[in-house]
């Protein structure tokens, strides 16, 4: 459960940029987002710091679902 919303899921979109529909994904999440709390990585600039990697593993970690598009 999520602080935000104590009924929904916590989910997590990463973007990867391998998906090849990631638009259709996309949408049908933030249709889900008055029920859920959806958040978004953008994983595919390869010039990321370790900070910002470590965000990405802290967020991947704390999530219920996470989806890699």
Do not use: K, Y
Not at 33 to 45: C, F, G, Q, T, Y
């Amino acid at each position: 459960m999520t602080e935000g919303n104590p009924c929904g899921m916590n989910i997590l979109e990463l973007n990867t940029g391998l998906f090849p529909d990631a638009q259709t994904v996309t949408a049908a999440l933030r249709q889900m987002e008055p029920a859920h709390r959806v958040d978004s990585i953008d994983l595919r600039r390869r010039d990321r710091e370790d900070e910002a990697w470590d965000r990405a593993v802290a967020a991947i970690l704390s999530s219920d679902l996470t989806i890699t598009i």
